[in-house]
C-alpha cells in the first residue's frame, strides 16, 4: 500500500487549487501533533501526502502544552494517563481538533467524553466492507469519494463498531451497510462538538495495510481510477513505480488521504480565521457547559 498512498498523492497534488496549495505550504509541524501507536501509523500517510506534523510518544502527552490551534491525532491504542486524559478534554473544550482511531474509542473518547459514542464490544474479524457518505455536505468529505466510485475501507482483526448514544450530538459521516448487517453498527466515521472543539473519530487504522478486490473494476489498472478523479496528467504519465497497482488499491489510499488531508485544512482555516482566546456566546452550549457542545442543524 506504500506505493498506493504516493500514487493517491500525486492524483491529490494534480487536483489541488492554488489556495490550498498556499494554505499548505504555510502549514507548521506544531499544528498537527501525532501521538505515536502500536497498531496505526497515521504518520504514513500524512507523509507521503506532504502535510508537516510533530510525532509524539503518548507518554509526552503528559508534559507538552497543547493549543485550540492545534489537530491531535491519536493512533490506536490511544494508551494515555489519566492526566493526558484530561489534558485531552480540555484542549477539545478550548477549540482544539481531536482525531482517534479504533481502540481509542474506548482508551481515549469513552473516557475524555463520556456518553456520546461507545465500543459495542462485539469486535469485527479481518474483514473488508463497502462504505458510503453519509453527509455529502461536510466539508470533511469533499472530493473523497468521486461520482461512481465504489470504496472499500478495511476492518482489522478485533476493530472496534461504534455505537452512537447521543444522536442529537453525533454526525455520522461515512457509514457501513454491510458493517451494520454483519457487526451490529453502521458508523465508519463520526463527528461531535465538544464545546468550542471538535473530535473526530473511525473504526479500524487509518493506515491501510491492503485493500479487496471486489469487482472488476477494482481490479482494473490504476490509470483507470486516476481517470475518473479528473487526474489526467497521472494517467498519462503511468508512472513504471505505480505498474503493479490495481484501481482499487489507490481507491482505498486516496479516500483515506483525501479525508486527512481535508481534516488537516479545514482545522487550519478555522484556526486562522477564528480562533479567539475568550469563549463567544453559546460557543460551548448552554450556560457555558462544554459537555453539550452544539447540536447538529
Same mark, same amino acid.
Given at each position: ?15 489541488? %487549487? ?25 504518520? /504514513? ?6 502535510? #508537516? ?49 479504533? $481502540? ?20 469485527? #474479524? ?27 475501507? $478495511? ?53 491501510? /495495510?491492503?485493500?479487496?478486490?471486489? %469487482? ?23 508512472? =513504471? ?5 490495481? =484501481? ?50
Amino acid at each position: 500500500m506504500k506505493d498506493a498512498y504516493r500514487a493517491a498523492r500525486d492524483l491529490i497534488e494534480e487536483k489541488t %487549487s492554488r489556495s490550498d496549495r498556499e494554505l499548505i505550504a504555510d502549514l507548521s509541524s506544531s499544528e498537527v501533533v501525532v501521538v505515536r501507536g502500536e497498531y496505526d501509523r497515521v504518520e /504514513q500517510v500524512l507523509e507521503p501526502a506532504g502535510m #508537516p506534523f510533530m510525532a509524539i510518544d503518548p507518554k509526552d502527552l503528559d508534559r507538552i502544552d497543547l493549543n485550540p490551534s492545534q489537530m491531535l491525532v491519536i493512533n490506536c491504542p490511544g494508551k494515555l494517563s489519566g492526566q493526558a486524559i484530561l489534558k485531552v478534554r480540555n484542549f477539545v473544550a478550548d477549540g482544539g481538533s481531536l482525531f482517534t482511531t479504533d $481502540w481509542g474509542l474506548r482508551n481515549v473518547v469513552e473516557k475524555a467524553f463520556p456518553g456520546v459514542i461507545e465500543y459495542n464490544d462485539h469486535p469485527t #474479524p479481518d474483514a473488508v466492507v463497502p462504505v458510503h457518505i453519509n453527509d455529502n455536505d461536510n466539508p470533511l468529505l469533499e472530493g473523497v469519494f468521486e461520482d461512481g466510485s465504489d470504496p472499500q475501507w $478495511w476492518l482489522e482483526s478485533a476493530s472496534y463498531p461504534i455505537r452512537v448514544l447521543d444522536h442529537d450530538r453525533v454526525n455520522v459521516l461515512v457509514e457501513s451497510r454491510e458493517l451494520a448487517s454483519k457487526w451490529g453498527e453502521k458508523s465508519v466515521v463520526v463527528s461531535f462538538e465538544y464545546g468550542r472543539g471538535e473530535v473526530l473519530h473511525m473504526i479500524s487504522h487509518y493506515y491501510l /495495510q491492503r485493500t479487496e478486490l471486489r %469487482s472488476d473494476r477494482h481490479k482494473q489498472k490504476w490509470t483507470t481510477y486516476a481517470k475518473e478523479v479528473g487526474a489526467v496528467r497521472s494517467a498519462d504519465a503511468d508512472l =513504471a513505480a505505480y505498474s503493479n497497482l490495481s =484501481a482499487g488499491e489507490v481507491e482505498s489510499a486516496y479516500t483515506s488521504t483525501r479525508f486527512m488531508r481535508n481534516a488537516v485544512l479545514n482545522k487550519a482555516r478555522k484556526s486562522r480565521r477564528f480562533l479567539d482566546p475568550e469563549p463567544t456566546p453559546n460557543s460551548a452550549g448552554d450556560e457555558g457547559d462544554p459537555k453539550r457542545g452544539r447540536k447538529k442543524k
